[in-house]
């Protein structure tokens, strides 16, 4: 038995609660907004706060996903939710928005706040300044490679490490997936993703090519290995799957990690038949092996034998005959794979038959010779379609489903999560009740004759049971102190109605402390010098790149250890800015690390961050003036003073902000500039596609990267009066 933590995916409450019955000790779940899967079911407030008392009494853990980047003019919206999370009290919130961490951290201190795989932690450096500001527990990116992952895990102390080991995979490096948002006008960054990666694309030869489409992450046996250098949580992916999904996933990397397989865990085969497409363990093992899967898409099954041939009785009706190394009953889906590669073909397995036998049976056990009656309904000429040798998959089972029952639940099982202290005074002519919540202070009393009680002794449980009785509320009773010197009878009616006035009280404290709150949010201001200078013209190029003509005030120039071509810069006659990667290795850190002590020596004193880890590093060199480029995603006043005080002084706004988010920023007295030409990247990779030549895209690799981009740069329109910067060092010249 190890001690990672399993966590499993949410889309809804009944996917939770099968989670759990499947061995989850954990569930992530997003809202209704500010959840990186916006077209996912999501939860309610009222279902979250029924799912955190439920797994409070399990002794699970609920994590809330508060993965997307917010706009200037959905952060009030945002702190409201803030501060309903607040008081619902998940384990943690999952966040991508610095400006949500800087609100969490300073006003609701009591959220722990976990880094998202969006924030690109893919080294060290990155994950200890995530820590610095205040995350309790860092998702690294899907691109390590476990000795990278041990290497971190070795050094970064108390902070917690999540891994994804099971589930789909995007083709960009999560947080620098730019196509939906540019392409589709639906931004993966505010959980609108598009899934361009999964689009056909147009190949040299004019084929179709699924050139972006990855496989399915499948860590197997080695989330074992995860476990046991360091990582606290192994996380799989599918908030978008159904619960039989989540259930079956869940239980066959329960076993793994518990070493003890059981009868009832799903096996490999079990799990692919809820849905399965092909598999990779992607870069855990290193940089090797094909990664995307250009021909199919969608779930295929999992294989339970060949086709040996297609026979006719004597009715005309065609039948399928196989060896099948799986049971099979009547109902049980089958699928092929399309002869054209496309979308697989299949059906529900309406009449079966033992081949040796021919008597119609319900189901068949593993080993046996099967015939299967094809369906005649006019979608697919099936006797055509299918040939011998071909491979039978088995696409949806019967036996797995039943397997993994809804789980029953009753919310009057699970007390709320709130705890209240209680004394309850009886007197001849009143009874009084007093809560305390979090110092608070709730009263209620009720006047009347009270008797002496015939049985004393009771009236300690009556009372107990009488403000037990909290279900449907987020509260429970925390310690009872009855004060009844005169021995009263306390009917049981007028304590129901203490109780329920009680909580009514309860809850106007709760708001008056959360209108507090959000109030004090709201009107945070932070501590930074808002005074821009005037609007200049810069642009943006690699090292080595011919400098376009043009009169400009300032020249950022991308720099790598693997391209630090220096050699021309001075000869451009105006001051230098060196910007550093996006990504950068935790193996190849250091080599970054090297270069920018020797440019800072050589007397670069200007430089441009990419993420935490480059802040942190050029701080760490001495340098203080900082600019950030569009990835580190400040789109509102908050994350911009986040910023500020890491010691940012000039930012590039990202070419995914709106018009109105623009023209806050322009306004915002922030040191903005606004991209008006730029090679936007619409993927970063470390994945190579399946084709490099590709209608309208431009695909190239760069400092070990795969770049796409449109091959006519984009232009902006931006405010008036404002700096302004043409960023040419994403194109491929």
């Known amino acids: ?93 999952i966040v991508q928005d610095l400006g949500v961490a800087r609100l969490c951290r300073r006003h609701f201190p009591s959220l722990a706040i976990h880094a998202s795989t969006q924030l690109v932690a893919h080294n060290l450096e990155g994950v200890m300044a995530l820590k610095k500001i205040g995350f309790s527990r860092v998702v690294l990116a899907r691109e390590l490679s476990i000795p990278e992952i041990s290497s971190i895990a070795k050094r970064c102390g108390d902070l917690e490490l999540e891994c994804f080991i099971h589930g789909a995979l995007c083709y960009s490096v999560s947080g620098l997936c730019l196509f939906s948002a540019m392409e589709k006008g639906r931004s993966g ?9 999964r689009l056909p694309y147009q190949d040299e030869d004019g084929r179709k090519t699924l050139a972006f489409s990855m496989k399915d992450l499948r860590a197997g046996e ?35 990690l518990d070493g003890r397989p059981s009868a009832a865990a799903a096996t490999l085969a079990d799990i692919e038949t809820v849905f399965s497409r ?25 294989p339970i034998g060949t086709i040996k041939r297609v026979t006719k009785d004597r009715d005309g009706r065609a039948w399928l005959r196989f060896h099948t190394a799986r049971a099979l009953e009547r109902h049980d889906g089958l699928q092929f794979a399309a002869p054209d590669g496309g979308k697989p073909l299949g059906f529900g397995i309406g009449e079966m038959r033992q081949a040796i036998s021919r008597a119609n049976v319900f189901e068949v056990s593993a080993g046996s010779d099967v015939e299967i009656l094809l369906p005649d309904n006019g979608e697919v000429e099936w006797p055509r379609v299918l040939r011998s040798g ?110 329920r006035d009680v909580v009514e009280r309860l809850d106007e404290l709760r708001n008056d402390e959360r209108r507090a709150k959000i109030a004090a949010a709201e ?40 391209n630090a071509d220096l050699s021309a810069l001075d000869g451009y006659g105006c001051p230098v800015r060196l910007a550093l990667p996006v990504y950068t290795s935790e193996l190849d850190f250091p080599k970054l690390r090297i270069l920018v002590k020797r440019l800072v020596r050589a007397g670069y004193a200007k430089w441009e961050v990419s993420d935490l880890a480059t802040l942190s590093l ?116």
């Not at 960054?189 to 990666?197: D, E, P, Q, T, V």
């Not at 989330?223 to 239980?251: D, F, H, N, P």
């Not at 090797?288 to 250009?294: R, Y």
């Open 1 to 93: 038995m190890n001690n990672a933590e399993l966590l499993s995916p949410a889309g809804d409450f009944e996917t939770a609660l099968a989670a759990f019955a499947a061995g989850a000790d954990a569930v992530y779940c997003g809202l209704q907004d500010f959840s990186a899967r916006a077209f996912a079911k999501n939860f309610s407030f009222e279902d979250l706060r029924r799912l955190v008392a439920c797994a409070r009494a399990k002794g699970k853990k609920v994590y809330v996903t508060f993965n997307t980047i917010i706009d200037e003019d959905e952060l009030e919206p945002a702190i409201e939710t803030l501060a309903r999370l607040d008081e619902i009290a998940p384990d943690a919130l």
């Open 618 to 733: 050029v701080k760490s060199a001495g340098v203080d003036d900082i600019s950030a480029d569009w990835t580190l995603y400040a789109f509102n006043s908050r994350a911009l003073a986040e910023l500020s005080e890491l010691g940012v002084r000039r930012f590039v706004a990202s070419p995914e902000n709106g018009r109105d988010n623009l023209q806050y920023l322009a306004e915002s007295g922030y040191d903005v500039e606004f991209l008006v030409q730029q090679s936007t990247p619409l993927f970063v990779s470390l994945s190579e596609p399946a084709s490099q030549e590709l209608e309208g895209l431009s695909v190239f690799k760069r400092d070990g990267l795969w770049v796409t981009t449109r091959r006519v740069p984009r232009t902006f329109t931006v405010p008036d009066g404002v700096s302004t910067r043409i960023d040419l060092s994403w194109g491929n010249i």
């Open 523 to 562: 009107s945070d201001v932070a501590d930074v010098d808002l005074t821009p200078p005037a609007p200049r013209k810069t642009v943006k190029i690699r090292a080595g790149q011919t400098l376009p003509a043009g009169d400009w005030d300032e020249i950022t120039v991308s720099v790598s250890p693997d």
């Open 189 to 197: 960054n505010r959980g609108k993703c598009a899934y361009c990666c």
């Open 390 to 499: 071909d491979t039978v998959y088995c696409s949806m089972s019967n036996a797995v489903k039943r397997r993994f029952p809804a789980p029953s639940y009753r919310p009057g099982d699970y007390p709320g999560v709130t705890k209240i202290d209680l004394r309850v005074e009886l007197a001849a002519d009143s009874i009084k009740a007093v809560a305390t919540l979090r110092g608070a202070v709730a009263e209620s009393e009720i006047k009347g004759d009270f008797d002496a009680a015939k049985s004393p002794e009771k009236t300690y449980s009556a009372v107990e049971k009488a403000f037990s009785k909290l279900g449907e509320t987020d509260y429970s009773l925390g310690s009872l102190n009855l004060v009844d010197p005169d021995r009263r009878f306390a009917p049981m009616s007028v304590l129901n109605d203490l109780r």
């Open 278 to 302: 092909r598999t990779t363990s992607l870069y855990l093992n290193g940089h090797g092996g094909e990664v995307i899967d250009p021909v199919s898409l969608g779930h295929l099954g999992t």
């Open 222 to 256: 080695e989330a074992k290995r995860l476990a046991e250098i360091g990582v606290a949580s192994l996380k799989i992916e599918g908030r978008m799957k159904s619960s039989l999904y989540v259930a079956s996933v869940t239980s066959y990397y329960r076993a793994i």
